[in-house]
């Protein structure tokens, strides 16, 4: 973007007004900023060694808008020629162009202090250069230079930028087409948000309806295919936009998510994940379901919530996870069981997945129980939990809390943080399990339902960190409420854990005669 010399004076005073009393005064804890309007002086942190600094104030030095969601704790920045999204406590920057939107992974996360969002200084320089048009440079003394590029240059990228659908005319501004390992990626990026949509399959084609919305129908067709996608078809209906995708054969499921905080749409269009080839006995023999995990949740200095009859939801996982494996090992004889804990011990969330994964798990049963923050409750029943973003705040309050065991753990900092971005990548790399996932929750809730003396609570979706490390079908249950005294006297029981070890027990059986049939036909 260029501005001529008047403009750019006129941001100038307006920025020395508002902002000139924050970042010029210098001080032992800021950066010192080197620009052609002057020197400015950036607040940073420090922290186990390495430098942080304020994004937000260096966006201010650089004349650049950005939006807060205070309640996401995210921030926008609208550069030039990229946005940028910097969300605190993640250690993902992701940059959105017109062409493509790209992820960058911090060796470390960033954190908020006091509404502002700091990062780390050596390592995001690289990643800010992408998106700024200005040159930044760190230099040997700790002094960051920001110089207006040549104007040839932006010039130049200004004649080659592709033109962009006016937002007075179109909502759909775009679309981004992304291949990828097991399945094709497509964002629709929109200037409103899209509120309603709806999809389905049929006869190679995948319809997707968005409501009250509308775009360029002619940009979009012209659109280059890849991956599964042979082809696009799109038009206006009324108020609605239709789109139609022709994919190909290997085609397996497809999702349509909204994200949290942006107006774009995402599609994934997932692969089949067996091909018959001269290899089909060797991909069989690695399918067979012959190793299930069991992940009592909790243990040792982790006691999970304590119910209102004074048991330890660490003690009641453990209990149900060795009666189901007991079961399993007398009756399964050609399944091998594996327990992520077999007493009451510590065990780190990723080792937990860690486990699953060297053992060639085919399916990963974590056991928990439910509580609610005020005790007792009213609240009771059984949950079945798969991976996937959380829609509900219910369910994103059940993942915060059994995801806090990592504060128990000596490096927490591992654990990415499970922002909607992160989960695309996550759907994308479980997308292949997910079809057995579904059907093994299914079977484990009507087995629950016909079996126990709780009530269903249905099947539910949220970010745990123990699922996002088990490469394989994976499962959480949420047993019961320790919060509920009912609940909780069942759960302390004996009968009560037996009948829960068994109803999964069934369901495992069924769900293995499903898997048998499946792989008989897919492979």
């Keep these: 973007m260029n501005f001529s010399i008047m403009k750019i004076s006129a941001l100038i005073f307006l920025f020395v007004l508002n902002f000139g009393s924050e970042v010029l005064a210098q001080s032992e804890n800021t950066l010192s900023v080197e620009t052609s309007r002057g020197t400015y002086y950036l607040p940073v942190h420090q922290r186990q060694g390495t430098v942080y600094f304020s994004i937000q104030k260096l966006a201010k030095i650089l004349l650049v808008n950005y939006t807060l969601n ?11 020629h990229a946005k940028l999204l910097v969300t605190a406590k993640n250690p993902f920057l992701i940059i959105i162009s017109d062409e493509k939107a790209e992820a960058y992974q ?28 200005e040159e930044l440079t760190l230099a040997s003394d700790n002094k960051l230079i920001i110089k207006d590029k040549p104007s040839s240059i932006i010039v130049k990228e200004e004649v080659e930028t592709p033109p962009v659908l006016s937002p007075s005319v179109f909502d759909i501004s775009n679309i981004l087409i992304d291949e990828k390992a097991n399945g094709t990626l497509i964002r629709l990026k929109s200037k409103k948000k899209i509120r309603s949509y709806s999809s389905s399959y049929r006869n190679e084609i995948l319809s997707v309806t968005l409501k009250n919305v509308n775009a ?24 609605d936009l239709e789109l139609k995708f022709q994919l190909g054969k290997e085609y397996s499921t497809h999702e349509v998510i909204g994200i949290e905080g942006s107006n774009d749409v995402l599609i994934t269009i997932h692969n089949k994940i067996f091909s018959k080839s001269v290899e089909r006995e060797k991909i069989k023999a690695k399918w067979n379901f012959d190793v299930i995990v069991i992940d009592p949740g909790h243990g040792g200095k982790d006691a999970g919530t304590i119910g209102v009859n004074g048991v330890k939801e660490k ?35 990723y080792r937990r997945g860690k486990i699953a994964n060297e053992a060639g798990g085919k399916l990963f049963i974590s056991i928990h129980c439910n509580s609610t923050p005020k005790k007792p409750s009213d609240a009771n029943g ?15 309050a ?27 990548l996550v759907s994308m790399a479980h997308s292949a399990y997910m079809q057995y996932s579904e059907k093994f929750s299914d079977l484990l809730n009507k087995q629950f339902g016909s079996d126990l003396a709780l009530s269903s609570r249905g099947i ?3 970010g745990f960190y123990v699922l996002v490390g088990a490469s394989m079908p994976s499962v959480l249950i949420e047993a019961g409420f320790l919060s509920n005294k009912k609940d909780a006297d069942y759960l302390k029981s004996v ?20 898997y048998d049939k499946i792989m008989e036909f897919e492979i």
């Design 70 to 80: 205070s309640e996401t704790e995210k921030i926008e920045f609208n550069f030039p």
């Design 106 to 133: 911090l060796p470390t996360s960033t954190y908020i202090k006091d509404q502002q969002i700091f990062i780390p200084l050596i390592y995001s320089i690289e990643i800010l250069k992408k998106s700024i048009s």
């Design 216 to 239: 360029d129908t002619g940009l979009i067709n012209k659109s280059a295919v890849k991956g599964l996608i042979k082809q696009i078809a799109a038009r206006n209906i009324k108020t």
């Design 315 to 349: 003690d009641i996982n453990l209990a149900i996870g060795l009666k189901l494996g007991q079961l399993l090992e007398n009756n399964v004889p050609d399944v091998k069981v594996v327990y992520t804990r077999r007493a009451d011990k510590f065990v780190e969330l």
């Design 382 to 396: 059984f949950e079945v939990y798969l991976l996937r973003p959380g829609r509900t705040q219910e369910a994103i």
């Design 398 to 424: 059940i993942a915060e809390r059994e995801n806090s065991v990592i504060q128990y753990e000596d490096n927490p900092e591992r654990y990415q943080q499970l922002t909607d971005e992160n989960f695309i």
């Design 460 to 462: 539910k979706q949220a």
């Design 495 to 514: 009968r009560g854990q037996q009948d829960i070890a068994q109803a999964i027990y069934r369901a495992i059986v069924r769900y293995k005669e499903y």
